[in-house]
């Protein structure tokens, strides 16, 4: 096999020694443009993860690393004055330069042919003359632009800038440091990448040469407003420097920063539908990057270069090896890719986070990815972890799920909600037996809050036939039968109601037979703000005329009415998910002009209408919330900064918490899915805003629910799907905890269950001696 690589960084140099040391007869050529001791930036992170993966695969390589990583197990986070240190973290560091050289001397050793200073020929003759093709040429990759048209990439940049830098001395930790200057708030990421030599002068060694005194990364990144107001756009990169050392002077013990050919720059996302076309297969920044706040970028590279070697030895083909490779790297660095976009945009929006407490400000940053949760946190640093706690108010130990929360006259005995989902079980609006045991059940399930599904407020605002309600008084009676349970079956829990109206998409089968499909016969006619579908096939909506949105506001106020005399704690009104209110609120589903179109104010002028007419018959005591779209996941369509007015004039009229879900208003939505994806929409509004908030969407483990509650990005944590898996997840995630508290009752009935059962045994007996020598 003839092998071409395109680029001598660390992937492309490591996937040439791989492939070389597993067939001695292949023919491998690497082209690097660049000098062999060129290289930008400084220090590289890997994790032992990585590097486990180099020692089964090359021990030569990875006892050259070995010699020279520097590790360490603290994080200091540095904000206002304050630092607080996280240990057990584990990293393991080193010069960008040597881990070049020792990629270089083993290509070398192996016999692969590297040419220096040299352009690759362009990637089709490649093509035409290699049998494979390995383009690790980087970011701004040629050979992804060719092909683009079968690649697809998406190239998204981002809102900071950041320059990288060194200090000729080691940090002892991964710092975290935060400056609010004048011109906004600067952030410092550092870490240390070389140990100084033993007797402080320059030495040479069989690991190469070393720094006298040591040598750390230090990037420097702030929000492009901030970079031009602060003016580094107008000044030379060593002014850049020197500005940059005196800002973050304390961090840096005073001591100057260097550069390495740096330059202000933007973070680039770069995702690619594909990663192979025909002999021809793109590796690491190539094929995707991830934001370097979570260091992972050389990480991905050389476990590319793993993947690809391996898949090549393991199967019978090229292009079997290739589709293999795809198989097994996407989903592991779409897993990267989305932890790392929520640390970066953690960081993007650092201003929201200054005002908290600095031991929970340490924590959000820390758990930012997702990654880093409240548990393992635990298991790496209790004592760091039980101040955080202490901080908060959680009791000697509770977990944070299990403190109270107040909203108006109703205290929640804990921050579990049982999202509203939508059981389509209904007879005619009336529940039955079918939601007495579906909400009894989740409400002996220790949960603080349980949601009905969508009620609606009138026959022809239901989705399907099989949706409750409560315009009439049977309904009403039905439903009380429901609260009637829950308040004496499981004292302490609190079952709210949401109250909707299905607009446009109203009219349709049960999921099961057919989400979001009209019916084959009995459709009734739909109302909406625009006469526009939901998508193609299904029946168009009349335009709502003033007379007709009087009449629903009045069908709101009267199942609000109907609600407080069946017994429900809390209401909801429902102005998400493309139904009738969250239509009006979308410039994608707002068309009018008349006073209820158009500006922002204008579309929540009927929202506002139906939440003030609720307001006012729903007993002052209890509390109502709103639930809704924070984006609609669609261009033109509302986003973060939309959401964040809606939830302010909401707050404004009143509602005691916003509901923060995301999308279902378009048919044409590309929702960016991942775990607790829509929580940083909740975080941004309950900062924004200064209103309680409800996060939901993906939040499926208790470890989430702890994380999120004590980093501060939400008040309670609504979860559907987990409770249809287990209606007693509350109950359980105590139990699994430990916990027995007030924060979570036990049915005495259920008492002998709330401690785990016994299963067989799993670990082997340990020996009973052990002899030395």
Not at 349 to 354: E, R, T, Y
Not at 412 to 431: E, F, K
Not at 634 to 662: K, L, N, Q
Request: aromatic share 8%; proline share 7%.
């Amino acid at each position: 096999m003839k092998v071409a690589v395109i680029g001598g960084g660390p992937g492309g140099l490591y996937a040439a020694a791989l492939l070389k040391r597993l067939g001695p007869d292949r023919e491998i050529t690497l082209w690097e443009r660049n000098a062999p001791d060129d290289t930008f930036g400084f220090g590289v992170v890997l994790s032992d993860e990585t590097l486990g993966g180099i020692e089964h695969a090359d021990p030569v390589v990875h006892e050259a690393l070995r010699r020279d990583f520097v590790r360490w197990d603290d994080i200091d986070i540095v904000h206002r004055g304050t630092t607080h240190r996280s240990s057990g973290h584990g990293f393991a560091a080193l010069g960008r330069k040597r881990l070049l050289e020792i990629l270089q001397t083993r290509c070398r050793a192996l016999g692969v042919d590297i040419r220096f200073r040299t352009e690759a020929p362009p990637p089709d003759r490649l093509a035409a003359s290699y049998d494979l093709v390995i383009a690790a040429d980087g970011v701004r990759s040629t050979t992804r632009e060719a092909y683009a048209p079968v690649f697809r990439p998406q190239v998204t940049a981002h809102r900071c800038r950041y320059i990288w830098l060194a200090a000729d001395f080691p940090f002892d930790a991964f710092r975290f440091e935060i400056a609010e200057t004048e011109h906004g708030v600067m952030q410092l990421h550092g870490y240390p990448y070389a140990h100084p030599s033993p007797d402080r002068h320059p030495s040479t060694s069989p690991s190469g040469p070393q720094n006298p005194f040591g040598a750390s990364t230090v990037i420097v990144e702030m929000r492009e407003e901030v970079w031009r107001a602060a003016g580094f756009e107008d000044v030379t990169v060593q002014e850049s420097v020197e500005r940059c050392a005196k800002i973050f002077a304390d961090a840096l013990r005073g001591r100057p920063l260097r550069s390495n050919s740096s330059a202000w720059t933007t973070f680039r996302t770069v995702v690619n539908e594909r990663w192979s076309h025909g002999n021809v297969v793109l590796l690491g920044d190539a094929a995707h990057t991830a934001h370097f706040s979570i260091g992972s970028g050389t990480k991905l590279a050389v476990e590319d270069a793993l993947a690809l070697a391996a898949c090549l030895g393991e199967q019978p083909t090229l292009e079997t090896a290739l589709a293999a490779y795809e198989e097994e790297r996407k989903p592991v660095v779409a897993s990267t890719q989305r932890a790392a976009r929520a640390s970066l945009e953690w960081f993007e929006n650092l201003s929201l986070h200054l005002g908290q407490p600095p031991r929970r400000f340490a924590f959000n940053l820390l758990t930012r990815s997702r990654r880093v949760t409240h548990d393992n946190l635990r298991v790496r640093d209790a004592r760091f972890t039980t101040a955080v706690e202490r901080e908060f108010g959680c009791p000697a130990g509770t977990p944070p799920m299990f403190t109270p929360f107040r909203l108006r006259g109703l205290t929640l005995r804990n921050r579990v909600v049982v999202s509203p989902m939508d059981m389509y079980s209904a007879t005619d609006g009336v529940p039955g037996d079918f939601h007495l045991v579906h909400l009894g059940a989740r409400a002996l399930g220790g949960a603080g809050l349980v949601m009905t599904e969508m009620v609606c407020v009138s026959e022809e605002g239901r989705i399907t036939p099989g949706c409750t309600g409560l315009y009439t008084g049977r309904q009403a009676e039905a439903w009380r039968r429901v609260t009637d349970f829950v308040h004496t079956g499981a004292p302490g829990t609190a079952i709210g109601v949401q109250l909707g109206h299905s607009g446009r998409k109203g009219s349709t089968r049960l999921m099961w037979e057919g989400i979001d499909e009209p019916l084959p016969h009995g459709n009734w006619p739909l109302v909406a703000a625009s006469p526009l579908p939901y998508k193609p096939g299904s029946q168009t909506p009349r335009q709502l005329t003033r007379a007709q949105l009087t009449d629903i506001r009045e069908q709101f106020t009267a199942a609000a009415w109907r609600a407080a005399r069946a017994g429900f704690d809390l209401l909801e009104l429902h102005c998400a998910h493309g139904y009738l209110l969250s239509g009006f609120l979308s410039p994608l589903t707002n068309r009018r002009t008349d006073a209820y179109g158009g500006s922002p104010e204008r579309r929540l002028r009927f929202p506002l209408e139906v939440f003030d007419a609720v307001r006012a018959v729903w007993p002052a005591e209890r509390p109502m919330t709103v639930r809704i779209s924070a984006t609609d996941w669609a261009e033109g369509g509302t986003t973060s900064e939309d959401a964040v007015g809606i939830a302010r004039a909401f707050a404004a009229h009143g509602a005691d918490a916003i509901d923060v879900s995301t999308g279902q208003v378009v048919a044409e939505e590309e929702p960016e899915y991942g775990r607790s994806y829509q929580t940083p929409f909740a975080d941004r509004i309950r900062h924004e805003v200064g209103v309680p908030v409800i996060a939901v969407g993906a939040i499926s483990s208790w470890d989430d629910v702890n994380s999120l509650i004590l980093a501060g990005r939400t008040d309670l944590c609504a979860l559907g799907r987990p409770h249809l898996y287990d209606p007693h997840w509350t109950l359980h995630a105590a139990a699994e905890q430990g916990y027995d508290g007030p924060g979570v009752v036990w049915p005495a009935p259920y008492r002998a269950g709330r401690r785990p059962p016994q299963t067989g045994r799993t670990d082997a007996p340990k020996p009973r001696l052990s002899l030395g020598g």
